[in-house]
């Protein structure tokens, strides 16, 4: 090769002939490597090589495609309220549906668990205490029936039936 006719490496060289490369890391006796050259952008590497590292993103995107909040989060804290409230099937529902965002987004929504739970146990309780209302208005209307209309006194209790 003559010296007026530049290797053809497909990539430009400029002031002459490029540096070294340097040798990979972790070779005993070895220097580190020279710093980045002025006026080179920081993070490339001159000549094409490739970082020692991969770049990591840390933006809107989380690790493994997991979203970066647990999306049922809300769901579960709400369905733990509702339930002392009196909405008691409104808090299932809602501590069902958190539970199932959280699932799909990755996470163990501990909130939305304990909400269904409680809003189950909640449902539950007041089915009893309308069955027990019925059940006490229905022996009601009986006896005011067997008595009549007006007051009545049996076994120490009055009772007073519409006419």
């Known amino acids: 090769m003559s010296e007026n006719n530049p290797p053809q490496s497909g990539r430009p060289e400029p002031y002459g002939q490029p540096p070294a490369a340097p040798p990979p890391y972790g070779q005993p006796g070895q220097q580190p490597a020279a710093p980045q050259p002025y006026g080179q952008p920081y993070g490339q590497q001159p ?3 490739q970082p020692a590292y991969p770049q990591q ?9 997991r979203e970066t909040q647990d999306p ?3 769901y579960g804290i709400i369905s733990i309220i509702l339930p002392f409230v009196g909405f008691g099937l409104v808090g299932l529902v809602l501590g069902i549906i958190g539970r199932i965002k959280s699932k799909r987004a990755g996470y163990k929504n ?4 304990v909400g269904i739970i409680l ?6 309780v007041g089915i009893l205490i309308i069955v027990a209302v019925v059940t006490a208005l229905t ?5 005011c029936n067997d008595l009549g209309p007006g007051t ?3 076994d120490g209790i009055t009772y ?3 006419s």
């Not at 022996?139 to 006896?143: D, E, I, M, S, V």
């Open 47 to 49: 000549y094409g090589q």
């Open 57 to 65: 993103n840390f933006g809107a995107e989380s690790y493994q495609g």
């Open 72 to 74: 049922g989060k809300v």
């Open 110 to 113: 501990v909130l939305a668990l």
């Open 119 to 124: 809003g189950a146990i909640s449902v539950v």
């Open 139 to 143: 022996q009601f209307g009986q006896l």
């Open 152 to 154: 009545h006194t049996q």
């Open 160 to 162: 007073t039936c519409p």
